[in-house]
């Protein structure tokens, strides 16, 4: 089975989405012209999710003369797809496996921020009843996770460290909705997930308990990573300083205002306050620049993809724009 991207089933998925495919003209000094922002996130982009609901990111790129228009994705793939395909101009954040696959598929992406390491925050689980113990057992058993989500790389570091390879189980690509119906019915013997979604898991009733098999502790560091098209990275830096600094802003209130930002993202989640304070109690939040030096992991992700003949070529995870939002 070819296991690389492709780039048609990912265009497909975009016309699903129904993402505009307009691309927003930009040229350089145009920092007064009026401009559409078009910004792509998931359920999972917390502090993206915050600026949403408190309209703070319109307030302040207003002076800027940017307005700005939003776009769900169920998952990073397509939203960095998006990206380069100039559907999107900013995307919040992804797990540090999609620019990895992205890159290798010859995205013009620029970093913009990362977020720092939240390896609790994604973990194995199986059933509570499951007679699988150890990461071991999960050899010709059938696992279900996000195809290039955080959790791909964990599953495969994980594997790695016990023995075994991606080869010696059988992969179940599925969003996070269809891998938990899966994984309730007894359709895949483990399931690989990150947080709010994880949480949910474990706190909500549904027909089986969870047990953490392993997390990302020690193994998978899962940093977040927001990204720009170079095009208007370079054409609307301002813009993206503006969201950085409430990027950073956000992500230290969140951690401050645990109760508070529970209760804001309750209704954006569906799920229950208590629920989300475990879900930011295990995300660091903490928004930083990208430099070059914190790209090392991104290089043994990358590396660890090729090995599995996951990704279609080697790719040097250096070779990337790097936005400087004190420039």
Known sequence: MNHAISRRTAIATLGALGVAGAGTV?????????????????????????????????????????????????????????????????SADVADTVPVFAQAAGADLTFVAQEAPSPAAQAIVVREDSSIR???????????????????????????????????????????????AAFEKGAIDAWVVWDPFLSAAQRQPGQSKVRVLADG?????????YLAGSKFAKARPDVLRVVYAQLEKTGQWVKQNPKEAAVLLAPVWGLDAATIEQVNSRRSYAVRPVVAEGLAEQQRIANAFFAEKLLPRKIDALNVALFKPGA
């Open 134 to 180: 150890s990461v071991a057992d999960l050899k010709g058993k059938k696992i279900g996770f996000a195809k290039a989500a955080g959790v791909h790389y964990l599953l495969i570091a994980a594997l790695d460290k016990a023995g075994l390879s991606f080869k010696d189980i059988e992969p179940a690509y599925l969003t996070p909705a269809d891998g938990r």
């Open 26 to 90: 930009l040229a350089q000094g145009s920092a007064t012209r009026p401009v559409t922002v078009r910004l792509g996130y998931q359920k999972s982009s917390t502090l993206i999710a915050v600026l949403k609901v408190q309209g703070t990111l319109e307030k302040q790129l207003a002076p800027l003369n940017a307005m700005l228009s939003w776009h769900e994705f169920t998952s990073g793939l397509p939203l960095l797809e998006a990206l380069n395909l100039d559907n999107l101009d900013i």
């Open 217 to 225: 502790t020690g193994i998978a560091s899962y940093q977040r990573y």
